[in-house]
């Protein structure tokens, strides 16, 4: 590999060494040395990190144990007050009247009427006390309370052979996680914002996976087989992103 052409990406190549270090185990040499890939320019290092990303997203996949439960906690581990986290500051967060909500359905789903939040708060509700993990280095234990999803998506006719389930939020923000991750047991549709405040009157939360991976102020819920990517999957985070 040709070092000097990656003096002016050294943070970039720092980052993607610590990464491949910290997960594979791998050294950078021996990266270049198993794609036959030179990194002579940034958008060769992108490159190669997009498709180790979805080279990561199969493997992480291949590798869920959908079986396995997130860590629980007690009540007196909460962490009060629970931290924010959203790409704009929380002054700006969506307001959202409650009598008018209806969440929205679309793609491979035969039940797509729109569902309003006191039809949402009747079904059986399930609560948890979990860790939300987000990439930028915090963690936060909180507790929330709702609809089961896999209950959910059973309810509405869902295809659960689907490899997709996607989220579009009240803000710019979207995401979309794999079905199996869907059917969790611990992946919860929350209602209640009294502990974990965030993301009122909707949010997916889904202890198995990172935090930008639970979409807060969902307005539509889709099932689908084309790759629906997300606001931060689509700048380079890692997709699958389990925690
Ligand atoms: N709609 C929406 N959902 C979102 C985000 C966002 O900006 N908008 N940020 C994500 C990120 S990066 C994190 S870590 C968590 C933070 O959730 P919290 O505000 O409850 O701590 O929400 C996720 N869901
Ligand atoms: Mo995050």
């Not at 040395?33 to 030179?38: I, N, R």
């Not at 996976?209 to 639970?214: A, E, S, W």
Request: proline share 6%.
């Amino acid at each position: 590999m040709k070092r000097s052409g990656l003096s002016t990406f050294r943070p970039q190549i720092a980052r993607l060494e610590r990464r491949l270090f910290l997960k594979q185990g791998l050294s950078l040499g021996a990266l270049s040395l198993l794609s036959g890939c030179t990194l002579k320019d940034d958008d060769a290092v992108d490159r190669l990190l997009f498709a180790m990303s979805r080279f990561n997203d199969k493997m992480q996949a291949a590798l869920f144990d959908p079986a396995k439960l997130a860590p629980t906690y007690t009540e007196a581990e909460i962490a009060t007050p629970f931290p924010f986290n959203a790409y704009y500051e929380e002054k700006d967060v969506p307001r959202i009247d409650s009598e008018t909500y209806r969440l929205r359905l679309s793609g491979l789903i035969a039940d797509k009427r729109p569902w309003s939040l006191s039809e949402l708060r009747a079904l059986p509700q399930a609560s948890q006390i979990t860790r939300l993990v987000c990439v930028e280095g915090w963690s936060a234990i909180g507790k929330w309370r709702g609809v089961l999803f896999r209950d959910f998506l059973e309810r509405i006719g869902a295809d659960l052979t689907a490899r997709y389930v996607g989220f579009r939020c009240a803000d710019k923000y979207y995401s979309s996680i794999d079905m199996p991750s869907a059917l969790h047991p611990q992946t919860l549709l929350a209602l209640d914002f009294t502990d974990a405040k965030y993301g009122d009157p909707l949010r997916l939360r889904i202890p198995t996976k990172l935090g930008f991976k639970n979409p807060k102020f969902i307005h539509e819920i889709f099932v689908a087989n084309d790759y629906p990517g997300g606001y931060w999957e689509d700048k380079g985070y890692n997709w699958f992103s389990g925690s």
